[in-house]
């Protein structure tokens, strides 16, 4: 048997599988955000802790034998965010989570300071990567910053808790700006650069590789062995890809979580940071990935279902599985700045369009599409990166909507395919890490593809008034940003 624990933004997600890597079953605990500040998100990082601890809490209660049987553990989570501890190993301030937008001009002062910082890390600096977060520490938080022992991601800091390890994957390492990423080490230019040091970093390993032992209290309490391994595991992008048997040069998906992801498998380090295309890491050794980032997919719906006070589900019935055609109404999703194409953390959402005979059916179907136009973004960055994407597997949160599915193949251009599993990628492919450090197998035999469910291919007549509609919808955001 085998553990995959998801460190998301909104909840922590277990999953148990078994020898023939079959889900078993999951657990879940929510999770909350703080926004004390405009454009600032932070959370708790003994939250991640408790949620996940609770998650086994109730695997081991509900499926004890199984649990009994466990022989390695992955860990999979939320990228770039900054969680600082002191000395005791103990958090100094809440963690500033990758959708935080305050260090703007940290950004400029790191690409100032570090003219080589493209061709190393491979990757614009960005407010939501973890480097430009310690430059606004040291500036407005000099006295926390003197304390800084160790930087830790949030599923590094899980694994510390879990095992007494200090220990990050490349994957989740790449995404701080202070990895080597064609090399696959820490650079100790990038870290100078943010007045950091390599004895600030906890020691690196690849994600299928054994990191550390599970605890023996823990161990004890939950039924378990006493030499259960826990893998170096991975972000969750690379996480979902590896659950999604997306391993292959060229292999690629459409994540429509939280954030949305279009990824796509490198057999090398092939960065594109002028179209603010992510250059990563991937879980496997010798493996990269590129990466085009939204920073609010599935997040627009949960908050257009907030503000009118309706479930999503019930916001999507009365639109049934397929529209025939674009909203008259346009919405740009950047409820929390974008990243690709546009690197713009102070950029806003918008609803345009607007008339006094405007339905909320319409509205809820702008939100929809506009994130379907933003992953047309991303995808068309990959594509001028190096070769076109042909087909994606779809999931996320995102992905149980058929509707939303029709609507991306239609705006895309290309098949978009519904897969098992597809809304516990992450924490699945995490599971498959810690089966790979437990066994020694071949990944190739591990992370195999899921079935797929359903597929949907773009309707000629839908797709070309979508292109129109997307045409019109990229003038938005320029006009927008004048304002």
């Given at each position: 048997?085998?553990?995959?624990?998801d460190?998301?933004?909104?909840?922590?997600?277990?999953?148990?599988t078994?020898a023939?890597?079959a889900?078993?079953?999951?657990?879940?605990?929510e999770?909350?955000?703080?926004?004390?500040?405009?454009l600032?998100?932070?959370?708790?990082p003994?939250a991640?802790?408790?949620a996940?601890?609770g998650?086994?809490?109730?695997?081991?209660?509900s499926?004890?034998?199984?649990?009994?049987?466990?022989?390695?553990i992955?860990?999979?989570?939320q990228m770039?965010?900054?969680?600082?501890?002191g000395?005791?190993?103990r958090?100094?301030?809440p963690?500033?989570?990758?959708n935080?937008?305050?260090?703007h001009?940290?950004c400029?002062?790191?690409?100032?300071?570090?003219?080589?910082?493209?061709?190393?890390?491979g990757?614009?600096?960005m407010p939501?990567?973890?480097a430009?977060?310690l430059?606004?520490?040291a500036r407005?938080?000099?006295?926390?910053?003197?304390?800084?022992?160790?930087v830790?991601?949030p599923?590094?800091?899980?694994?510390?808790?879990?095992?007494?390890?200090?220990v990050?994957?490349?994957?989740?390492?790449a995404?701080?700006?202070?990895?080597?990423v064609?090399?696959r080490r820490?650079?100790?230019?990038?870290?100078?650069?943010?007045?950091l040091?390599?004895?600030h970093?906890?020691?690196?390993?690849?994600?299928?590789e054994?990191s550390?032992i599970?605890?023996?209290?823990?161990?004890?309490?939950?039924g378990m062995?006493?030499?259960v391994?826990?893998?170096?595991?991975?972000?969750?992008?690379?996480?979902?890809?590896?659950?999604?048997g997306?391993?292959?040069?060229g292999d690629a998906?459409l994540s429509l979580?939280?954030s949305?992801?279009?990824?796509?498998?490198?057999?090398?380090?092939?960065?594109a940071p002028?179209s603010?295309?992510?250059?990563?890491?991937?879980?496997l050794?010798?493996?990269?990935h590129?990466?085009?980032?939204?920073?609010?997919?599935?997040?627009?719906?949960a908050w257009?279902?907030?503000?009118?006070?309706?479930?999503?589900a019930?916001l999507?019935?009365?639109?049934?599985?397929?529209v025939?055609?674009?909203?008259?109404?346009?919405?740009?999703?950047?409820?929390d700045g974008?990243?690709?194409?546009?690197n713009?953390?102070?950029?806003?959402g918008?609803?345009?369009?607007?008339?006094?005979?405007?339905?909320?059916g319409?509205?809820?179907?702008?939100?929809?599409e506009?994130?379907?136009?933003?992953?047309?973004?991303?995808?068309?960055?990959?594509?001028?990166?190096s070769?076109?994407?042909?087909?994606?597997?779809?999931?996320?949160?995102?992905?149980?909507?058929p509707?939303?599915?029709q609507i991306c193949?239609?705006?895309?251009?290309?098949?978009?395919h519904r897969?098992?599993?597809g809304?516990?990628?992450?924490?699945l492919g995490?599971?498959?890490?810690?089966?790979?450090?437990?066994?020694?197998?071949?990944?190739?035999?591990?992370?195999?593809?899921?079935?797929?469910?359903?597929?949907?291919?773009?309707?000629?007549?839908?797709?070309?008034a979508?292109?129109?509609?997307?045409r019109?919808w990229r003038d938005?955001?320029p006009a927008l940003?004048?304002?």
């Amino acid at each position: 048997m085998y553990l995959g624990m998801d460190i998301g933004t909104s909840g922590v997600k277990a999953v148990l599988t078994n020898a023939s890597g079959a889900i078993v079953a999951t657990a879940a605990r929510e999770l909350v955000l703080s926004h004390p500040a405009p454009l600032w998100s932070e959370q708790d990082p003994d939250a991640w802790v408790d949620a996940a601890i609770g998650a086994v809490d109730d695997l081991a209660a509900s499926h004890p034998r199984e649990v009994a049987q466990l022989r390695g553990i992955g860990l999979s989570g939320q990228m770039h965010g900054a969680t600082l501890l002191g000395t005791d190993g103990r958090p100094l301030r809440p963690a500033i989570l990758w959708n935080d937008g305050r260090s703007h001009a940290e950004c400029i002062e790191l690409e100032r300071r570090c003219p080589s910082l493209h061709a190393i890390a491979g990757n614009l600096a960005m407010p939501g990567f973890t480097a430009p977060k310690l430059l606004w520490v040291a500036r407005h938080e000099p006295q926390i910053f003197e304390r800084v022992a160790k930087v830790l991601l949030p599923k590094a800091y899980v694994r510390y808790r879990l095992t007494g390890e200090m220990v990050e994957d490349m994957s989740d390492a790449a995404g701080t700006l202070w990895l080597d990423v064609g090399q696959r080490r820490w650079s100790a230019l990038l870290l100078h650069a943010t007045g950091l040091d390599l004895h600030h970093m906890p020691r690196l390993v690849e994600g299928s590789e054994v990191s550390a032992i599970l605890a023996p209290e823990l161990a004890q309490r939950w039924g378990m062995a006493k030499d259960v391994v826990v893998a170096g595991g991975a972000g969750d992008c690379a996480a979902s890809a590896i659950g999604l048997g997306a391993i292959a040069p060229g292999d690629a998906f459409l994540s429509l979580g939280t954030s949305g992801v279009v990824f796509r498998v490198t057999d090398r380090f092939a960065p594109a940071p002028a179209s603010a295309v992510h250059a990563f890491c991937h879980a496997l050794p010798g493996m990269w990935h590129q990466m085009g980032v939204m920073l609010s997919a599935a997040a627009s719906l949960a908050w257009l279902s907030g503000v009118m006070e309706t479930p999503a589900a019930a916001l999507l019935a009365p639109l049934g599985e397929r529209v025939d055609g674009p909203s008259p109404v346009k919405f740009l999703p950047y409820l929390d700045g974008e990243r690709t194409p546009h690197n713009d953390a102070a950029a806003s959402g918008a609803f345009v369009g607007l008339r006094g005979a405007t339905g909320r059916g319409q509205i809820v179907q702008a939100v929809l599409e506009g994130v379907a136009f933003a992953a047309r973004d991303n995808l068309a960055a990959l594509s001028a990166a190096s070769a076109p994407i042909a087909e994606v597997d779809l999931v996320g949160g995102g992905s149980r909507s058929p509707l939303w599915a029709q609507i991306c193949a239609d705006v895309l251009g290309i098949p978009v395919h519904r897969v098992e599993e597809g809304e516990v990628g992450a924490a699945l492919g995490a599971a498959r890490l810690g089966r790979l450090a437990a066994t020694g197998e071949v990944p190739a035999e591990v992370c195999t593809r899921p079935r797929r469910l359903a597929s949907f291919v773009p309707r000629a007549a839908t797709a070309s008034a979508y292109d129109d509609a997307y045409r019109r919808w990229r003038d938005l955001y320029p006009a927008l940003k004048e304002l």
